[in-house]
């Protein structure tokens, strides 16, 4: 098989697969395998932004939307007209934002402690930290201390309640861990102490690590459904919370019988397809940082 | 409720104060009257759902007009669906509900039992009763609620949309354009409709088509055919010992092999073993010339969305087909999903809520929440209503051609009156769209078989139902996909027998006592 595509011949060391030359058949295989999987990945995304945005009557005459048919941004208008729903990705925003900030430094600062040999009591403290990865408290337990606390119906019940996750705190710790001892020395040498050698040293030079889990934490804040709905009032809502009881409520109400036309699934889609965008654009800006942060945490040093 | 938001809407309500008394007649307006010189009592609403369409209701006119009518003053919070029975919970974990908890799934029976035990909810008893006769009358006018009553008292006010029981889930859709088409009309019997189906088929359709993908299975994909043989689709049925559960019922194995018969002439569409939800859309999309699902006002819907289409298909409703066993007819079922409960906690004002809740169960509250207020929203001339723009900024639906209800017409007390959704559904359609749509209403009910202890579970059955229902799922749908009717009616005999060793003998057992206990 040849490729027909022109380009530039990489110049990189690294690169190995060259345009215009000839793929043998092992190549052809993977790239064969790497569209397959490219397809599986990237179809649900393209039927969702095609189903928000065909018309009704289309919707109605085919029993299967598997491709695009017309084009209307009726659905996307529907929802946007929605007022609460400026509010609501503001604080969806903020949440994310906010949250991710708060979630990072107090994730990092833990773990380096955490990683840290000489801190007492460091293994009970740990494991502290492992119970919740195992066993969840349940939904009344964890509503009351939330209530108990004074955070119920305020903004930062939806950031402090989560503000170390365990699995996240551990990849950092295992990383910290692996961070050379001599540098840390050294500073302790010049007569830094533990704060200034995080923020100054530690911190600065783990910005794969850093970037890693701020997008980790930040997906989870932007995608963040369940507790934001229990926790606080419609005011606080977030934009998941908004979008998905606009879409559930139409469905129920209108299953129910009640309206004059069934919800088509293209009004939901253009929901989802809202939610997912701003998580489209942030995400090629932090991949490179994700992969390799992974890797960093995930070996034991 | 925040001070601005009540000042908003007092100020609104001075402003339109005379045309909400107008609206809810001189019996709402003399009530608010009495409690107006009192302190104004404060009802918290929970409903599930969304706002909708009703921007912020510090400001909504129609709830100032409930206020107005109801003299209290009300905070409504609508939660959504999917966490709205987690809040419950978390609320009476902290010790706070709100005066109404609206529309708690009716099935919850374990949470219910819970919540009368622990008095969380109060009884419409005493004071309560005498404000809201409403809710006692909807009790009165369908005896099948008395399953509903825990101890013998009433707790819950249903969600309803109909004081009656309607059919059930399975009415059987067929297109009326293709009947003309070959020259035949609407089955009668079920020969009559295998025949059509065949010729359907033969023209090019792809069968019958259902959901049967979903946890439930053929679901009520069977009213019909075990209706033929005398055993409505659900609930339970009296037998010589005194009641039984129906899906093992004799007349069940044969409404079963009527229905594998169809499956083995391959006149049903195969994508009803993959549908989970809803074939409503593979039916409008015109291969299958013929549907088993909902009836009632999804009839005209569908209707619209076959004109929307373009492809000249017409919808028509079948009355339950006849086998030749001396028995005919769809499962009815009662016409509410949900019970609206009053907190009766520290804080709560039972009183007021029952009083808010009667309002709105009343002619005058159904008409306001699905209509609006008088000569603002809607005017009536001779009898003739016409809906009036303004009732977009009132909260009313504003999609193109909406004709529906106020938000708070849903999730409360009801889900809209039948008599309002036929309103909307038939609100500038020609005679002959109404004519049509009344008829097919007639054939859905021309046959109907009672069913009995749908709301009502003993501890054994209640333990039991899970077990029983994945029996009956899985059972069922082995059954009407056997080889061939030996098979089949081994099967059945099989489904029976694992079904009273499960445990269903006992629950079976229990349950007869409880229904003997209700209707003898």
Known sequence: MRTELEGPRAESGRARLVWGQRWDAGQAAIGLGLAVVFMAM??????????????????????????????TLTYYREVLADGRLVRAFEVSILKTVIGTALNVVATTMCAYALSRRELRCGRLLSLLFLVPLFVSGGLIPYYLTIRATGLLNSFWALVIPGLVASFYLFIVRTHFRSYPQEVIEAAVMDGAGQFRIFWQIVWPTSKPMVATIALLYGTGHWNDYYWPSILVQADLHPATVVLQNITTSRSVLQGLGLGTQLTPQSFAAAVAALLIVP??????????????????????? | MSGRGRMDRRGFLKITGGVSVVALGGRSAAAGAARRGQERPRVRIWSPGDNGTVADWNRDPILAAVEEATGGEIELTKIGFDTYLDQINAAIASGEVPDIIATVDHGQRTVIGQMVRDGVVAPFTGDIAAAAPN?????????????????GEIYMKPVSWADDNGPGFGIIHVRKDKLDAYGLEPPDTFEQYFAFLKAAKEDGSTGVVFGAGGEGGLGGAVEAFTGAYGVPAGGWVRTDGGWGFWAVQPGVRDGLLLFRRMVAEELVDPASWEITDSPRDTYVAGRPYSMIWNGGGHVGRIQNDMDLAGVGAQEWTLAAPDAGAGSRGYLTVPSFFGGTFLGNLEGNDPVAAATVINFLSSEEGYKLTALGLPDRDYEERDGQITLLPGRAADGFPTE?????????????????????????????????????????WDNQRQYLLESFGQLTATPAWSDFQSTSTELVTRGFLEIVRSGDEAEAGARFDEFVTAWRGAGGDEAQSEMSEALTGLYG
């Open chain 1, 42 to 71: 990237a179809y649900p995304l393209f039927y969702v932004l095609s189903l928000s945005v065909m018309p009704y009557d289309e919707y109605v005459r085919r029993a299967i939307h598997a491709w695009p048919a017309g084009f």
């Open chain 1, 279 to 301: 998580v489209l654009i942030v995400y090629p800006f932090a991949q490179r940082h994700l992969v390799r942060g992974i890797l960093l945490g995930s070996v034991k040093g």
């Open chain 2, 135 to 151: 809710v006692l009358a909807q009790y009165q006018a369908n005896p099948t609620l008395e399953e509903l009553k825990i101890d």
């Open chain 2, 400 to 440: 193109a051609g909406d004709t529906g209800a106020h938000p708070l017409a849903s999730a409360i007390v009801s889900w809209v009156p039948q008599e309002w959704q036929d309103f909307a559904l038939l609100y500038g359609k020609d005679e002959a769209f109404a004519t049509w749509y009344g008829d097919m």
